[in-house]
């Protein structure tokens, strides 16, 4: 049961009529029974590793806080340390076999030349996203950040929330627990301001997303019948790939907040990033702080790093020294995100290739101040600014070429059409889904009207002369515009190929 089915929607209303007719000490309860329900109804099977994760988390996070009330801290640290690592080892073991484990069978039978068998496992839904989630409260407990929570059902609602479960955002203890716990009034403005994030979310997804979607996957499959617009296809992709992302994540906001319940934001306007580092703090926002505070930080100031460090300024002066452990806890934690995003060296490539860019910016970065300086370039003029967003907007399509073909091989060609071919009648050719050919001229307006729109809101939004959810436009005017977008859904989006979540078998 997908957030846009119908199905979802009603009960979602059926939920929030019990949630608010609830006393608010047992609200938490309601939110916990629907949460359940619905993973069950997705895959009920799935449930029993989700059950899993949960036990593991609580009685480690339980064990870890008793040793630390009854024990001086000298002596606590490494016995929860063991109980850290089981409960890590734990929680990701699950997520290693069941996501992982046949990339490995592969690779080792590619390597031995022997006959392995690929292994039929269950790859439960959001398993990526949970497992973040309870991971980074271990720690947080083991650094004490945060008391252990002794009710296993009130952590259970903190994993299993329903609207993040898809594709986030990845939450945070000390953040999200408490709203889920509290209770809630209804709040006429949460409602106005969560209807308006679903809406968009909706339009963003269920028409752009998907249309994108449509041309992207026929200039993929037949890049020699489409090679005129191969170029396209990468820019399809782009806006597929951020409009089911962004979309699903505004319906994951816009649900949270009908019941009083903020999650954090997940994208910031990234394609007006001025860099690649810029463009990970604006995309994902929630992963890429969990791979900082969970990661990078422990990594870069651990006693392997400050060794490298020391090691490094004696051999190549103290800047390269200094940088050198930052750029090599990049690019190990840009080989976890590559691997997280999916099983293939195609997302280990295209993580890795991010790090690169990233580490050798780093490293590189005296010398292009430099540079700035001989040539004169002011870093806060408008012209520099507008470079360097093109500049890192080319560098993401072009690492999109290898995320969206099926081999290195296809990337390369598909590169080469791009920058060979050139002709854009040939998206006429292109059937629109089920409504055919003769359908396909009002697609593409549709979507490149809509795609100018989004990027207006982006822009706006992106100078802070828009808010995601408007606070000053009247309330009939929000209500027009509103509706307008959930009566766009039907209307124009391509409902003979409406698809799931890109993200939700993360």
């Known amino acids: 049961m997908g957030l846009t089915s119908i199905r979802f929607l009603l009960c979602l209303a059926a939920v929030l009529v019990v949630y608010y007719l609830t006393p608010r000490r047992a609200q938490w309860l309601v939110l916990l029974c629907a949460s359940v329900a619905f993973y069950l109804w997705s895959d009920l099977r799935a449930g029993v590793f989700l059950l899993a994760s949960i036990l593991i988390t609580y009685f480690c996070a339980r064990r870890m806080d008793t040793i630390q009330r009854s024990t001086d801290e000298a002596a606590a640290r490494p016995r929860c340390r063991r109980v850290l690592i089981l ?15 046949n990339f490995l069978l592969q690779n080792v039978a590619a390597l031995s030349g022997a006959s392995i068998p690929i292994l039929k496992l269950l790859l439960p839904l959001g398993i990526s996203y949970y497992t973040f989630q309870t991971v980074g409260y271990l720690l947080d407990v083991y650094w004490k950040r945060t008391q252990a929570q002794t009710n296993l059902l009130r952590l259970a609602l903190f994993v299993s929330f329903f609207p993040q479960l898809i594709q986030g955002p990845i939450g945070r203890y000390d953040r999200l627990a408490p709203q889920l716990l509290e209770g ?14 679903i809406a968009w979310g909706l339009f963003l997804k269920m028409v752009l997303a998907d249309w994108a979607g449509v041309f992207r996957e026929a ?10 617009i191969a170029i396209f296809g990468v820019l399809l992709y782009t806006v597929e790939l951020y409009g089911n992302f962004a979309g699903g994540i505004d319906l994951a906001i816009g649900i949270s907040l009908l019941f009083g319940v903020r999650l954090d934001e997940n994208f910031r306007q990234p394609f007006f990033s001025g860099s690649l580092t810029e463009f990970w703090q604006r995309w994902h926002i929630t992963l890429g702080t969990w791979m900082k505070d969970y990661v990078f930080f422990p990594l870069s100031m651990s006693r392997f790093m400050r060794n490298v ?16 452990p930052l750029c090599l806890s990049n690019l190990i934690v840009f080989f976890l995100v590559g691997l997280w995003h999916g099983p293939t060296w195609a997302n280990i490539g295209w993580g890795l290739y991010n790090g ?16 700035k300086t001989r040539l004169h370039i002011r870093s806060e003029s408008r012209g520099w600014r507008l470079f360097t967003i093109l500049r890192t907007f080319a560098l993401i399509q072009l690492s999109w070429y290898f995320d969206c073909a099926a081999s290195l091989k296809e990337a390369m060609h598909m590169i080469g059409l791009s920058l060979t071919h050139f002709a854009p009648a040939e998206f006429l050719a292109i059937p629109a889904a089920g409504a055919g050919l003769r359908y ?11 795609v100018a729109i989004w990027f207006v809101v982006d822009l706006l939004q992106d100078k802070g002369k828009l808010q995601r959810e408007p606070e000053r436009m009247h309330w009939l005017v929000q209500t027009a515009v509103i509706l307008a977008l959930i009566v766009s859904v039907p209307l124009l989006g391509p409902a003979s190929a409406a ?3 890109i993200y939700a078998q993360f």
Request: glycine fraction near 12%.
């Open 219 to 228: 200039i993929f499959a037949s890049p020699e019948q489409y090679s005129g």
């Open 440 to 450: 396909t001229p009002y697609a593409l307006l549709t979507l490149c009207v809509g």
């Open 356 to 371: 690169v860019i990233i580490a050798s910016s780093n490293l590189l970065g005296g010398f292009y101040e430099n540079a």
């Open 87 to 101: 409960g890590m080892l734990a929680d990701f073991g699950i997520l290693a076999v069941l996501k992982y484990l």
């Open 184 to 197: 809630h009034d209804l709040d006429w403005d949460n409602l106005r301001r969560g209807m308006w994030r």
């Open 309 to 324: 460090g020391k090691k490094s300024k004696a051999r190549f002066g103290k800047k390269i020294g200094r940088l050198l």
């Open 499 to 501: 698809r799931g979540f």
